[in-house]
């Protein structure tokens, strides 16, 4: 007997044996010399480590010694395997190969360091037609349709098939999965923060015709990702990047301009998002060496192109903490995101007052999900040597305010409005003044923000000085809307006297901003006499209120009918009407909605969900509520483990 392995046009030849002992570097197929059965025998096919990932077909032919052969079709799909020791992607603990391979939920981070959101992501790894769509998307890539037995081959590498797939996600140079959308119309398609898994979007490209999916941003670029990368038995995980640098000049500077009342410009091509998501993959580095294995960064949001591509990676994590920006691929755009200088500018009528430097802000908090738990990691360390200042604080800062000479307003592309010194302070401080601005609680939906301002005088003379708060709304990877909160404020301090000045932000002033919108808020500390100014800065989210999940039953059991019950109170000061949508990868066949009308503040909804799990293991409820009266959608999601009896 002799198996022809196909793929394409690449084929192999194997003589089947009695025995499975062969090389791993070898193709081999047997078969079990104690269970053989003449009339319907098995065949063992093992590939060796280093096999290429896709589907194959193999033809197994029968000569007997005398008279016509025999033969018989069928086919399998080869993935990386990473509890083989000897495959490049071998990672050596269970308990991150269940995470990292086979758990089909997750949870994405978004907000801010200082009040961090988990938004549960379900990966749909068991989900009808979610291996067919991945497959498909290596056929359908620039580098098959070019030169499909190369391509083939190269699949060997597990960088390889990253890269290809990071370029895949976005559709900006191929026939790839999503279409990015930044703006505030969506109208053609869903908007990004609806989508709850990676199945539907998955299902639609392929269904489509590989048409891309509209909408998409960074946390649904990584989510799709992951959901391809684990298919193929890649270990993969999503990173949060806090205050994420998009260098556009490789200068390692981000400019941020304010007007003298607080006010923030768009004024500077670069740019600091709130957050960015982008995946990790592990794996060995055979094009590198050892010391570079392990986590590498991969990126399918399209920001910048590599090679001529909208892709990103695979960075190595050591080489980003070690700046070996000599080593492919893209590792200094990646620390660029994790370690630009944010240099803050006050101007006025096109003069620069005052310019500050801060830099422990860009990358103060880089995480991912727990291994086995519902819960944020810290894995800044991975990626920079962490200051004294950071490890105690993501909100810490290292900063300095330098006091300049009025200029003429030029936001530089080439270099630095500012000489290289450093302080650290959590504040803002100059010669003759000092600034502090800190909010009392982690603001939360319904309740007023409370901000507390600290203004010294550190001269031996008597100042009037003025206090500009400003507030706006913004999306967490574009500049500031137009102010809607502001206060103005006179203040005497005697020699060396320090004051503390309270504001309060009530919530029917600030509720078009909760959600996944964040808000900046400025403070400007200005002496009436010498025209000297201070800054003090601070984005943040509100937290939006949550839907409770209840199940009723305390043994779940797979092929058995449960019920859920989700509950939804009304925060907010006015009537409120949406969708509550149900999702459940293992759990729901499909999503389940409830239409909400006319809730009013402080009343309550209540609904119930039939489910029937339909594997054992740890699954994932998720509820959305999308509000029709504002651009607000609240979540919760409650565990669920699915036992046998």
Known sequence: ??????????????????????????WKAYFDSKSYNYLNPSIFIQPPASAPVGFYEFQVFVQPQSGL????????????????????????????????????????????????????????????????????????????????????????????????????????????????????????GVHPSLWTGSGDILRQWAQSGCSPVKYGQCWVFAGVMCTVMRVLGIPCRIVTNYNSAHDTNANLVIEEVYSETGQKLNLSRDSIWNFHVWVECWMTRRDLGSYMDGWQVLDPTPQERSQGVYCCGPAPVKAIRSKRTDIPYDVPFVYAEVNADVHTIIVSQGQVLSVNKDTERVGSLICTKAVGFPRLE??????????????????????????????????????????????????????????????????????????TVKVTNRESLAKTVKVHFNAQAKEYNLSPSDTFWESHEVVQLGPMEGKVLRQQILPEQYEHAVGDKLINLAVVLEDMSSQERVLATEEFNVASPELSIQ?????????????????????????????????????????????????????????????????????MLHASLSLSTANIIIRGFKMVSVNSI
């Not at 006319?598 to 489910?611: S, T, W, Y």
Request: with cysteine; proline share 7%.
């Open 1 to 26: 007997m002799k198996p022809f392995l196909f793929s394409g046009r690449l084929y192999v030849i194997v003589p089947v044996t009695s025995s499975s002992y062969s090389p791993l570097s070898d």
């Open 69 to 188: 052969g025999n033969s018989a079709f069928s086919s399998f799909v080869l993935l990386c395997n990473p509890w083989c020791s000897e495959d490049s992607v071998f990672i050596p603990y269970e308990d991150q190969r269940e995470e990292y391979v086979l758990s089909d939920y997750g949870l994405l981070f978004m907000g801010t360091p200082m009040n961090t959101v988990s938004r549960p992501w379900s990966y749909d790894l068991y989900e009808s037609g979610v291996l067919e769509a991945c497959l498909n998307l290596l056929q359908v890539s620039p580098q098959h349709q070019r030169n499909p037995n190369v391509d083939f081959l190269d699949r060997s590498d597990p960088g390889y098939i990253g890269r290809v797939v990071s370029a895949m996600i976005n559709s900006e140079d191929d026939r790839g999965v999503v279409k990015g959308n930044w703006s505030d119309n969506f109208d053609q």
């Open 378 to 451: 810290n894995i800044t360390g991975n990626y920079k040597y962490e200051s004294s200042s950071s490890a105690l604080s993501p909100r810490s800062s290292s900063m300095t305010n330098v006091s300049v000479a009025p200029a003429a307003l030029s936001i530089s592309s080439r270099s630095s409005t500012l000489p290289d010194v450093s302080t650290i302070s959590r504040g803002a401080s100059s010669k003759g003044m000092f600034l502090s601005l800190s909010l009392d609680k982690s603001p939360v939906a319904g309740e007023p923000i409370r901000l």
């Open 551 to 619: 199940i009723l039953d305390k043994n779940v059991v797979a092929n058995k009918e449960h019920t859920a019950i989700v509950t939804f109170t009304n925060p907010f000061t006015h009537p409120v009407n949406g969708v509550l949508t149900v999702t459940g990868a293992g759990l729901l066949q499909e999503k389940i909605q409830f239409r909400i009308r006319e809730l009013h503040p402080g009343k309550g909804v209540e609904e119930r969900v039939k489910f029937t799990p339909k594997m054992v293991g740890r699954k």
